[in-house]
């Protein structure tokens, strides 16, 4: 077995350059990302690819402008945080999951297809060297976010945003669980 996910990390949002992904690497990322468990083959998900000049304008039209609609007495350092969120990164993959209606199939299996997806997505584009978090933040379940997005406010719910970018510099090891307090064996 390849030591890769033994030494998996992500890089956080604030420690990526966003200098540019090459279209191909790209194409892979996303490639693997949809290669995921799907019971009836359904297709639960959708991925919303956020680059270049879109960055700036989710990040001013949506999170800035919903971050100050719920508060109002932000602190100019606090808004200028939320108005570079996604610039952050070069590319922004957006997960939504997007359940269908099935007779046999539980929505439940549909969600967590969904999140299998962005796995998917950012253990690619590391194992392909590239910075990467799987993120929600605040924004992930705000209603303007999911419409922007594309998303059907009643039944859809935006999985998480894998961030993808440049290291600036190798990731810290965190703190991992003890396997004997979370694996056991019948």
Not at 126 to 136: K, P, V
Request: proline share 5%; charged share 30%; hydrophobic share 40%.
């Amino acid at each position: 077995m390849s030591d890769f996910y033994i030494k998996r990390r992500s890089v956080l949002a604030r420690k990526m350059s966003s200098e540019k992904i090459p279209d191909e690497d790209l194409k892979k990322i996303l490639a693997a990302g949809i290669r995921v468990p799907d019971h009836g083959a359904l297709n639960p998900w959708k991925i919303k690819v956020i680059k270049g000049e879109k960055l700036k304008i989710i990040d001013e039209d949506v999170i800035l402008s919903e971050f100050k609609k719920e508060n109002p007495n932000a602190s100019e350092i606090q808004m200028e945080m939320e108005s570079k969120r996604f610039q952050r990164a070069s590319i922004v993959l957006a997960v939504l999951s997007t359940p269908v209606d099935h007779p046999k199939i539980p929505i439940w299996e549909m969600n967590l297809s969904s999140g299998a997806v962005c796995m998917n997505l950012l253990s690619c584009a590391q194992s392909l060297g590239y910075a990467a978090q799987w993120l929600t933040e605040w924004y992930a379940y705000n209603k303007k976010m999911l419409e922007y997005l594309g998303g059907r406010t009643d039944i859809d719910k935006i999985s998480g945003f894998i961030y993808l970018g440049h290291k600036v510099e190798e990731p810290n090891e965190r703190r991992r669980p003890d396997p004997k307090n979370v694996i056991n064996y019948l």
